[in-house]
């Protein structure tokens, strides 16, 4: 998982095409591939390794890739269960790094060893590479004419062919059907009869595929803030919109009971309303250099960003009075924009191929992407151009049909699954695990963490303990089991509890500033 939600590139919403449901294939035992192991060139306390893979599991005896694996042995080698392979999310997140830095509990650390690798495409992987000029030249602006929408095909389709260009026959082959043949690759290679899984984020489409194309193979999947793959593209718009706006209703809702909120006691929806109304007339200077004017996009991903993985609102609210007072601030302003001459010319850049073979989000045309860009709004009325809304817009040009085109999954896993949420979560809404779950209806389970931000394994002990058990025991937690939220970061309550809660890899994120640098568009979820 990244440690810091990335400024999106686009904003509006994508429209739907008709999808047919695709049966999945005849399972297939997976080759059994050696892994030398040698210590890690970043870390010698753990294991690195390479498997090689098919670039294309329809052609086996075709050209082949190394896919980048790490692991931390088992502590203890007597209680050992086997692999727990890990897969932090994005697309684009890399595995390898979640084995080596990421804070998984002595429990597991106990009885697993700790196994993350590079999907196929991502950082060690046979990284799918693109022109750094190319991504910089995607439109930044909503899409709201025909020309705009013309303009951003016509950019993502020559980012598609730069990257393809760059990265070679594996470009084509990074959709979530084919990492999941690698993902079982591994299991066979790794010496574990079935499979036990911890997926984040995007990874929770990797479990939730596993399980329909192995069932026989699952030993324990969690999914950790769960994608729902059987959204069609309108679905995907309308509920992204949804759960940016509950988040943005929790930071209300929140800052109206907290005493310590900068903005306690006003009216707080009317108060944000004058500070967008502000920033469309260019009338909302950035007081630490007046020359800027603070922009809708500023204001609504400043807010989303920072309730990414922490209800961060008494942060939120103090920035917003701030900005709103003219105040200059006690600390340097971010840096608003690139150093030149010193940007690589090619970069990895996993995202758009990933998304694109994984979800289809075009639109035909420019009706149909303001009729659900119209929707989205719709369901998220204090946020301008909902962000998360229109992620597919960089699969607006995608030259192909989607590999692994939405539609909705056929469970027959006996060894059930666990999902688990937040109840407010902006990235992977709460919707979007109600939906996963109706899915696997009996053959999976769901545990609700009551609280805020994405991912829910490193906030609290009730649930750290329940994923713990299910992991190493099997035990699925009772049906409709919940866990009650921490207090917020900076509340009284927060501070006598003594512990900020956040992701396994580490410290809570860090705020995202007003005025961010410009980043890749890179994960989402």
């Keep these: 998982m990244r440690r810091k939600l990335i400024r999106q590139l686009f904003v509006g919403a994508v429209a739907g095409l008709t999808l047919i449901p695709l049966a999945p294939p005849p399972a297939s035992a997976a080759p059994v591939g050696a892994v030398q192991w040698a210590p890690c060139e970043q870390d010698a306390s753990a294991l690195c390794g390479t498997l090689e893979v098919p670039v294309d599991w329809a052609d086996p005896d075709g050209p082949t890739i190394d896919l980048a694996l790490a692991k931390r042995p088992a502590t203890d080698p007597n209680a050992r269960r086997g692999s727990l392979v890990v897969n932090p999310g994005g697309p684009g997140g890399s595995g390898v790094d979640a084995a080596l830095w990421a804070g998984y509990s002595d429990d597991l650390r106990r009885h697993f060893d700790i196994l993350g690798f590079d999907p196929r495409g991502v950082a060690r992987s046979a990284p799918v590479r693109c022109s750094l000029d190319k991504i910089l030249e995607l439109p930044a602006g909503p899409i709201s004419s025909a020309t705009a929408f013309n303009d951003m095909v016509t950019a993502s389709r020559a980012l598609a062919d730069d990257c393809r260009t760059h990265s070679g026959p594996v470009f084509d082959h990074v959709d979530t059907l084919q990492v999941i043949r690698d993902i079982d690759a591994i299991r066979a290679a790794v010496g574990d009869d079935k499979l036990t899984f911890f997926g984040m984020s995007y990874g929770t489409l990797m479990a939730q595929q596993y399980a329909e194309r192995y069932p026989n193979r699952v030993r324990a999947l969690v999914a950790d803030s769960t994608m729902d793959h059987s959204q069609d593209a309108r679905g995907f718009a309308v509920t992204q ?56 996009p500023d204001l609504v991903n400043f807010v989303l960003g920072n309730l990414n993985y922490q209800p961060y609102w008494l942060a939120i609210a103090s920035e917003l009075e701030r900005l709103d007072a003219g105040r200059p601030s006690t600390t340097p302003a971010a840096a608003a924009h690139r150093s030149a001459g010193n940007e690589p010319t090619v970069v990895p850049f996993a995202y758009q191929a990933v998304l694109c073979q994984d979800w289809n989000l075009k639109a035909r045309d420019f009706a149909e992407w303001r009729s659900i860009a119209a929707d989205a709004q719709r369901a998220a009325p204090d946020l301008p151009d909902p962000p998360r ?60 963490y009551e609280g805020w931000g994405h991912i829910v394994y490193g906030r609290v002990a009730c649930a750290d303990e329940a994923i713990d058990r299910y992991l190493i025991d099997l035990v699925v937690p009772a049906e409709g089991t919940r866990c009650a939220a921490a207090p917020p970061p900076g509340t009284t309550a927060d501070h006598a509890r003594g512990r900020t809660a956040g992701p396994p890899d580490g410290p809570a994120p860090e705020m995202v500033p007003l005025r961010a640098e410009p980043e890749l568009p890179t994960w989402l979820f």
Aim: charged residues 20%; negative net charge; proline residues 7%.
């Design 241 to 296: 919109a949804a759960t940016g706006q509950d988040s943005f209703d929790e930071f209300v809702a929140g800052c109206a009971r907290l005493s310590e909120c900068a903005l306690h006691g006003r009216d707080i929806r009317q108060f944000w309303r004058r500070l967008l109304e502000r920033a469309q007339r260019g009338e909302l200077p950035d007081p630490d250099d007046p020359s800027y004017k603070i922009t809708q």
């Design 389 to 448: 809304a229109a992620v597919g817009a960089i699969c607006l040009g995608w030259p192909t049909p989607a590999n692994n085109p939405q539609r909705r999954i056929t469970p027959t896993n006996e060894a059930k699954l666990l999902f688990a949420n937040s109840l407010h979560d902006p990235a992977t809404g709460y919707n979007w695990a109600l939906g996963a779950a109706e899915q696997f209806g009996a053959h999976a389970g769901l545990l609700t």
